[in-house]
């Protein structure tokens, strides 16, 4: 496990502004000044964790000690080492310094982090646990004693270290995480989400945090899981669980058989009709797909999504008047159904009622004129527009099509919606006309295939 990255650029950057600081302190012959540069309370991003390198601000035991040239030289030199990876050389450096200084909680940190970088695990712990004796409040002292103790496989006294220094400091993601990935490792998601929603909270970018979050909820849903397997390996929910699973495994036919299963266990449960039609749509089973959703719609007729599935499927499969119909009411039940706005059109045109249709379209453009989505809308739209003969309309609207189409942040957000599955997704994804050619005939927008 890397322990400290990007610490080689941090300590270079800590010996220039001690060079720039000792010129400054040698004209001013105030050591205490030079010396608080040191941290000057900087916190160093080191990937897995986050300290304060150095000697802390006024107060502290530097500007007490008032060090001799010859420390302030070897803690320059401790500097230089750990920028250099020459971590032994580090280590004389800076015991060095807690020698000459031996109430200096800071110079006992850097200590224990030249220790740990040069693999000397218990040594480094000893400098940091008298760090903290020297300095209870110190942060990062307890953070790394608790990645030690990790390292050494003591959770326990990793899991005490790592709490300790969430009350210090708690604004420390990683702090927060590191205690998470504690429980995680001692068997106990349940107390691991916890710390690392507060992690996410205060870093949703990191992907550290991502992961062991992700992991610790997945983790839980497997104990879920598994005592619900322990209660009916035959039960509705079993075989539910299954085919969900094999639906993402994009094991069709065995997701198939496993709702068909669950549905005979309990045919009147909302919700697994329409997983069992999304699957048949897949399977290019697009008739068995419209009967299921009827169904579903039949057992929970106040369904949004399931309306708005089978209004998309009725009108990709050349049957507009009743998917109109059905998108027309998801809308109305859930306007935040967005997407339906861009199947309507399609039925729409389909039917001949170009105004609605373009109608439709340009409500889909508004509500996010830079999505995936909105490239294909204005494709459609230029269609409509060249049948009407408008042709700056129609000029407009290729222009837009083809600039988002050609554009990477287009493509990239493509990519996206195949890997994180929104609620409005259909089971098949439309195509993406490649190029619109000036002799094409086509009294609608052309309707994306099914596979």
């Known amino acids: 496990m890397l322990f400290v990255l990007r610490f080689q650029r941090a300590i270079q950057e800590q010996v220039q502004a001690m060079r720039t600081m000792r010129t400054k302190g040698d004209q001013t012959g105030s050591d205490a000044e030079f010396f608080a540069v040191s941290s000057s309370a900087r916190r160093v991003r080191m990937g897995i964790v986050s300290i304060f390198v150095g000697v802390a601000l006024a107060g502290s035991a530097w500007a007490q000690a008032r060090p001799d040239a010859r ?48 693999g000397q695990l218990a040594a480094a712990s000893t400098a940091l646990r008298k760090s903290i004796e020297l300095k209870p409040d110190l942060r990062g002292a307890n953070l790394f004693l608790g990645l030690i103790d990790y ?17 210090i400091d708690p604004r420390d993601a990683k702090a927060f995480m590191w205690l998470g990935v504690c429980y995680l490792v001692e068997g106990n998601p349940e107390a691991a989400i916890q710390p690392l929603n507060r992690a996410y909270a205060l870093d949703p970018t990191d992907a550290d ?35 969900e699973a094999y639906a993402k495994g994009y094991r069709t036919q065995d997701a198939i058989s496993e709702f068909l299963i669950a549905i005979k266990e309990a045919p009147q449960q ?9 699957q048949y749509w897949i399977a290019g089973q697009l008739d068995k797909a419209s009967s299921v959703y009827r169904e579903e719609l039949r057992i929970d007729p106040y ?16 049957q507009p008047a009743d998917g109109v119909k059905f998108l027309d009411s998801a809308l109305h039940a859930d306007p935040s159904l967005t997407d339906a706005h861009y ?19 340009k409500e889909m453009v508004a ?33 837009k099509f083809r600039s988002m189409k050609s554009g990477s942040e287009a493509r990239q957000e493509q990519r996206a919606e195949q890997l994180v599955q929104s609620r409005m997704s259909l089971p098949v994804p439309e ?21």
């Open 270 to 278: 909302p919700g697994l009709h329409e997983e069992l039609a999304n």
């Open 431 to 451: 195509s993406v006309p490649d190029s619109v050619s000036g002799t094409e005939q086509a009294a609608a927008p052309p309707r994306g295939a099914l596979k």
């Open 151 to 167: 390292r050494r496989n003591h959770y326990k006294d990793a899991e005490s270290r790592l709490r300790q220094e969430t009350r």
């Open 209 to 243: 945090i991502l992961y062991h979050r992700g992991h610790a909820y997945l983790l839980m849903a497997d104990a879920s899981y598994a005592a619900m397997f322990k209660l009916n390996r035959d039960s509705m929910r079993v075989h539910q669980v299954l085919a």
């Open 367 to 399: 509500v996010d004129p830079t999505a995936n989505r909105a490239m294909h809308t204005w494709y459609k739209l230029a269609m409509l527009y060249r049948n009407t003969g408008d042709q700056q309309e129609l000029r407009e609207a290729m222009s």
């Open 343 to 361: 199947y309507l059109g399609d039925g729409l045109a389909a039917l001949g009622r170009t105004q609605e249709a373009i109608s439709q379209y």
């Open 71 to 118: 420390v302030r030289q070897e803690m320059e030199q401790g500097a230089q080492a750990m920028s250099a990876a020459k971590f032994s050389e580090a280590v004389a450096d800076y015991s060095a310094v807690t020698h000459a200084l031996p109430g200096f909680a800071e110079g006992y940190l850097n200590l224990g982090l030249a220790l740990e970088r040069d």
């Open 303 to 318: 369904s949004a999504i399931t309306m708005y599935k089978l209004g998309c499927l009725l009108v990709l499969n050349n």
